[in-house]
């Protein structure tokens, strides 16, 4: 009884009659969270334009479950999932409140799509809190992550995000976070004082994926394996790419796109990130 009376609570006091935007952020390196770019610049400016969310929902290339799963804890930890940065990125924090009760109701909400286990051991991993740290640098905006099952084909993360369309009215800001082009095993390190610089077929696929975005051709973006060569060198593992079907699934008919950061770097990656909003 008290599940269904926080539900219900929640559900009502968010009651809200914007549509919030979805977000899709290519994140690239830790390093963002520390540094001054025009990446973080562009963050930014993006969180003044667009109308200030109740709670924040993640969907992070760095949490990988088998089932998927949400936290679910009122006081989330800043993870620092990565190795031989300096000193200053470990000690970052981002002290954003977790909220329960919303766990609960998206749970609720996927109940018919697949089972949801509410996780009360996972924290903020950096491909949350180096870009929304930027967005909100207060911290006093919760923050959740919903987890990646990668168990799944693509499409069942593209129709568990239309699940989670409710979220939208209610003043719930999804963010998908990793990056359209990630290969960081073909990065030209030797380039990343570069910006701009990427190979021809990181060039060429980054290109497609927004063609395809700005049509609506989610079809291909969810076959992302027919895109040859060039897809297999862009996608050689899926968890920085699976975020951007999430928010792809979340765009409504009449939803307007534009793109931010469409920027290469060091050859393979590219921090090209997505702004869906209604219009």
Same mark, same amino acid.
């Given at each position: 009884?008290?599940?269904?009376?926080?539900?219900?609570?929640?559900?009502?006091?968010?009651?809200?009659?914007?549509?919030?935007?979805?977000?899709?952020?290519?994140?690239?390196?830790?390093?963002?969270?520390?540094?001054?770019?025009?990446?973080?610049?562009?963050? #930014?400016?993006?969180?003044?334009?667009?109308?200030?969310?109740?709670?924040?929902?993640?969907?992070?290339?760095?949490?990988?479950? #088998?089932?998927?799963?949400v936290?679910?804890?009122?006081?989330?930890?800043?993870?620092?999932?990565?190795?031989?940065?300096?000193?200053?990125?470990?000690?970052?924090?981002?002290?954003?409140?977790?909220?329960?009760?919303?766990?609960?109701?998206?749970?609720?909400?996927?109940?018919?799509?697949?089972?949801?286990?509410?996780?009360?051991?996972?924290?903020?991993?950096?491909?949350?809190?180096?870009?929304v740290?930027?967005l909100?640098?207060?911290?006093?905006?919760?923050?959740?992550?919903?987890?990646?099952?990668?168990?799944?084909?693509?499409?069942?993360?593209?129709?568990?995000?239309?699940?989670?369309?409710?979220?939208?009215?209610?003043?719930?800001l999804?963010?998908?976070?990793?990056?359209?082009?990630?290969?960081?095993?073909?990065?030209?390190?030797?380039?990343l004082?570069?910006?701009? @610089?990427?190979?021809?077929?990181a060039?060429?696929?980054?290109?497609?994926?927004?063609?395809?975005?700005?049509?609506?051709?989610?079809?291909?973006?969810?076959?992302?394996?027919? @895109?040859?060569?060039?897809?297999?060198?862009?996608?050689p593992?899926?968890?920085?790419?699976?975020?951007?079907?999430?928010?792809?699934?979340?765009?409504?008919?009449?939803?307007?796109?534009? @793109?931010i950061?469409?920027?290469?770097?060091?050859?393979?990656?590219?921090?090209?990130?997505?702004?869906?909003?209604?219009?």
């Amino acid at each position: 009884m008290e599940t269904l009376q926080n539900l219900y609570r929640w559900q009502q006091d968010l009651e809200t009659s914007t549509t919030m935007p979805v977000l899709f952020m290519g994140h690239g390196s830790p390093m963002n969270a520390i540094e001054e770019n025009d990446f973080v610049n562009n963050w #930014r400016k993006l969180a003044l334009e667009i109308p200030e969310p109740k709670a924040i929902v993640v969907v992070s290339a760095h949490w990988e479950t #088998r089932g998927t799963a949400v936290t679910a804890v009122e006081k989330p930890h800043t993870i620092h999932d990565f190795g031989g940065f300096p000193q200053a990125l470990f000690e970052v924090q981002y002290p954003a409140p977790g909220d329960p009760e919303l766990a609960e109701f998206i749970k609720e909400a996927l109940k018919h799509y697949t089972p949801v286990e509410l996780n009360h051991i996972w924290g903020l991993d950096h491909g949350t809190w180096s870009v929304v740290k930027h967005l909100y640098p207060r911290a006093n905006i919760p923050v959740l992550q919903l987890s990646l099952d990668y168990t799944k084909p693509a499409i069942y993360h593209y129709e568990l995000a239309k699940e989670l369309q409710l979220l939208r009215k209610k003043g719930v800001l999804i963010i998908g976070s990793g990056n359209m082009v990630h290969n960081l095993r073909m990065v030209a390190w030797d380039k990343l004082n570069q910006p701009g @610089f990427g190979y021809d077929w990181a060039l060429e696929l980054n290109n497609t994926f927004k063609r395809n975005i700005m049509e609506g051709n989610h079809t291909a973006m969810i076959n992302f394996e027919n @895109f040859g060569q060039a897809g297999k060198y862009a996608i050689p593992t899926p968890e920085h790419y699976l975020p951007l079907l999430y928010s792809l699934g979340l765009q409504n008919k009449h939803d307007e796109v534009s @793109f931010i950061n469409d920027v290469a770097v060091g050859g393979s990656l590219t921090m090209t990130s997505v702004i869906i909003q209604a219009n």
